[in-house]
């Protein structure tokens, strides 16, 4: 098959079902920049990318970019890595993860993992350090020592599995520091970071090798890929013949010539200005689609209206994939931001991958992280029918004066409603959904405690809850047989 043909056949392919019912995944960055685990808070991703400001990544909020942030000597890293650390290399941290390996127990995490509702579990394999979590057979010229003796993949993959949630990989594609340490100031340094001569090859290699050991149901690249699209092509149908059912995210930007010319100063000046416009104002980035791809993986930012095409919200519970000691209470998501986040996106088509960072010294979940999934546990426990294998409705929801909001998602013959007070000290008693109408066979129930009472009005359906719903913890109201009437949004 040809270069466009095989193109063209991988465009093809639909997302599978499972993914497209699971709604919420677990993401897991571990790496020996957990060690030090530390970044400063100041700023979200997104607004470093929307601020202009030269060598803004200097400071990013990601503590797993901490060998990055050590080659700008005024960073915030390199004060606290001179305070703490003093001129210790970063790559000796990769001792001290591997001796706290001794008290890591997959299946615990797994478990935890699980009892979120969770469907599937991806872990980062190799971040941009260029260290990997499982024992390859592919070397690495410049860093034999950047893998772990001990293999962590794939006693998490069994773990996860036999948890009842599929396993998918990470790999840092488009970055390794093994091969190329130039650093990272702005989003176009990506470019000139890139490796190149034998990386390629070395890329592929362990990329196969992760799909032959572990059939990984996600493969999950970062930042870009090293090849052109014609061998990037090659690898996803191996992927896809191995894995029939597995799911490829936008981030394999294959390589072209035309990356030499965007290497140029002008070029470089255009491309962060483009970054800046992407970046939503501050509210976070969205990845430049690729040719081939399954689904869209914009980072710490969600769409505003349903997509056609399926995605996912990748974010911490912070402002950092990896653990990061700085991190404090406010920089966390609340409760009712986290659970209203698994509502809005499951109502625009899209799954949550929110992101753990264990400790690296203890291989221990921190507890900020480990009440949020509990968290998670306790809502989708009661309102997991009104989340997995929905689809969008025909109109997500919206804002319902200054009083409370609603979101939609669908089944067969079912229109689940969330609703949650506006205001964090608010509630909700009453709300009319505009948009239904009552019929002799329509059934209208609360899903988990309270009651729900549903009358006809002259704009829609008027539920009463009682008692009112807890402003932290949204409503789910399953309707059974509603008309639909109009595509207007919900109204007191």
Same mark, same amino acid.
């Given at each position: 098959m040809g270069?466009?043909?095989?193109?063209?056949a991988l465009r093809a392919r639909p997302v599978p079902t499972w993914w497209r019912d699971a709604k919420l995944g677990i993401f897991i960055h571990w790496t020996p920049a957990s060690i030090p685990a530390f970044?400063?808070?100041?700023?979200?991703?997104?607004?470093?990318?929307?601020?202009?400001?030269?060598?803004?990544?200097?400071?990013?909020?990601?503590?797993?970019?901490?060998?990055?942030?050590?080659?700008?000597?005024?960073?915030?890293?390199?004060?606290?890595?001179?305070?703490?650390?003093?001129?210790?290399?970063?790559?000796?941290?990769?001792?001290?993860?591997?001796?706290?390996?001794?008290?890591?127990?997959?299946?615990?995490?797994?478990?935890?993992?699980?009892?979120?509702?969770a469907r599937y579990v991806v872990l980062v394999t190799k971040h941009m350090d260029g260290y990997c979590l499982?024992?390859?057979?592919?070397?690495?010229?410049?860093?034999?020592?950047a893998r772990s003796e001990r293999d962590v993949v794939g006693e998490l993959a069994e773990a996860v599995r036999s948890a009842g949630m599929r396993f998918g990989v990470y790999y840092s594609g488009g970055l390794d520091s093994t091969f190329n340490d130039h650093r990272l100031g702005t989003f176009a340094d990506l470019l000139v970071?890139?490796?190149?001569?034998?990386?390629?090859?070395?890329?592929? /290699?362990?990329?196969? *090798?992760?799909?032959?050991?572990?059939? $990984?149901?996600?493969?999950? #690249? !970062?930042?870009?890929? %090293?090849?052109?699209?014609?061998?990037? /092509?090659?690898?996803? *149908?191996?992927?896809?013949?191995?894995? $029939?059912?597995?799911?490829? #995210? !936008?981030?394999?930007? %294959?390589?072209?010539p035309a990356w030499t010319v965007l290497r140029t100063r002008p070029a470089r000046r255009g491309i962060d200005m483009l970054v800046r416009r992407v970046s939503r104002s501050g509210r976070g980035f969205v990845p430049p689609a690729p040719p081939l791809y399954d689904v869209r993986t914009p980072e710490y930012a969600v769409f505003d209206t349903i997509q056609s095409k399926p995605w996912e919200c990748v974010r911490g519970f912070d402002k950092s994939f990896g653990h990061n000691r700085a991190s404090t209470d406010s920089d966390f998501?609340?409760?009712r931001e986290l659970l209203w986040m698994v509502c809005d996106i499951a109502s625009k088509n899209g799954n949550l991958l929110i992101n753990v960072g264990p400790r690296g010294d203890d291989a221990q979940i921190p507890k900020r992280q480990a009440d949020r999934l509990r968290w998670l546990a306790e809502f989708t426990s009661t309102?997991?029918?009104?989340?997995?294998?929905?689809?969008?409705?025909?109109d997500p929801g919206g804002a319902v004066g200054d009083d409370a909001e609603v979101r939609y998602t669908a089944r067969d013959r079912d229109v689940y409603a969330f609703i949650r007070p506006a205001r964090d000290d608010g509630k909700?008693?009453?709300?009319?959904?505009?948009?239904?109408?009552?019929?002799?066979?329509?059934?209208?129930?609360?899903?988990?405690?309270?009651?729900?009472?549903?009358?006809?009005a002259p704009n829609g359906i008027r539920l009463l809850l009682d008692p009112p719903a807890d402003p932290e913890v949204p409503v789910a109201v399953r309707l059974t047989d509603a008309a639909a009437t109009s595509q207007t949004h919900a109204s007191l």
């Open positions: 270069t466009r043909s095989a193109v063209r970044a400063p808070t100041e700023h979200e991703i997104g607004e470093l990318f929307a601020s202009g400001q030269p060598d803004a990544l200097a400071n990013v909020p990601y503590s797993e970019w901490y060998e990055n942030s050590l080659r700008f000597p005024d960073s915030a890293v390199s004060a606290h890595h001179r305070q703490h650390y003093g001129d210790r290399p970063y790559r000796s941290f990769m001792d001290d993860w591997e001796n706290a390996l001794d008290e890591w127990n997959p299946g615990s995490w797994a478990a935890r993992f699980a009892a979120t509702g499982w024992p390859s057979d592919v070397p690495n010229p410049r860093a034999p020592r970071a890139q490796p190149r001569g034998d990386y390629l090859a070395y890329a592929e /290699a362990q990329v196969r *090798e992760l799909i032959e050991r572990y059939a $990984p149901s996600v493969l999950w #690249n !970062d930042i870009s890929w %090293p090849g052109p699209v014609d061998r990037l /092509a090659s690898l996803l *149908e191996f992927y896809y013949d191995a894995v $029939p059912d597995g799911v490829v #995210n !936008d981030r394999f930007v %294959p390589w072209s998501l609340t409760r309102v997991g029918d009104a989340l997995y294998g929905t689809r969008p409705w025909i909700v008693e009453r709300i009319t959904l505009p948009g239904f109408g009552l019929t002799a066979a329509t059934v209208v129930e609360r899903l988990g405690s309270g009651n729900v009472v549903a009358s006809s």
